[in-house]
């Protein structure tokens, strides 16, 4: 699972769960630390993003950002805002522009560049072959 951890930059995946403690690795130095439970833990599968018809999960819209960039880097996330703005037209042009914010989409194209460099970007559904040849 890839998470996202209120208070800290970057996203993280997770190595172990404890009763009150769990333990990430921090995709952008490989520094593992620890996430106590007061702090706000996001997993990147359960974040979706507003559009004009009905929100679009985080997963979608980083395959959409994959085909739009043609699988290389997103443009950078501490560009100006028109350039925020046109590069969400170019992944997602219905997005909702009011209430989906530049933080939003430089939290976006932060997390796409990151994923995009350690080549995690295949978000494809597991087939049920693959499913029950696991089991």
Do not use: C
């Given at each position: 699972k890839i998470l996202s951890v209120s208070g800290k930059p970057g996203i993280f995946m997770l190595i172990t769960g404890g009763r009150s403690t769990i333990i990430v690795e921090s995709l952008i130095d490989g520094k593992r630390l620890p996430v106590h439970p007061t702090q706000k833990v996001s997993a990147l599968s359960d974040i979706t993003m507003f559009t004009y018809e009905e929100d679009v999960p985080l997963r979608e819209i980083f395959l959409k950002a994959k085909e739009a960039f043609a699988g290389g880097p997103a443009p950078d996330p501490k560009s100006?805002?028109?350039?925020?703005?046109?590069?969400?037209?170019?992944?997602l042009p219905d997005y909702d522009a009011e209430r989906v914010y530049d933080s939003d989409i430089r939290k976006l194209l932060t997390w796409y560049n990151i994923l995009q460099a350690k080549d995690m970007l295949d978000f494809s559904e597991p087939t049920v072959a693959a499913e029950e040849g696991e089991a």
């Amino acid at each position: 699972k890839i998470l996202s951890v209120s208070g800290k930059p970057g996203i993280f995946m997770l190595i172990t769960g404890g009763r009150s403690t769990i333990i990430v690795e921090s995709l952008i130095d490989g520094k593992r630390l620890p996430v106590h439970p007061t702090q706000k833990v996001s997993a990147l599968s359960d974040i979706t993003m507003f559009t004009y018809e009905e929100d679009v999960p985080l997963r979608e819209i980083f395959l959409k950002a994959k085909e739009a960039f043609a699988g290389g880097p997103a443009p950078d996330p501490k560009s100006e805002s028109k350039v925020l703005r046109d590069a969400m037209k170019k992944i997602l042009p219905d997005y909702d522009a009011e209430r989906v914010y530049d933080s939003d989409i430089r939290k976006l194209l932060t997390w796409y560049n990151i994923l995009q460099a350690k080549d995690m970007l295949d978000f494809s559904e597991p087939t049920v072959a693959a499913e029950e040849g696991e089991a």
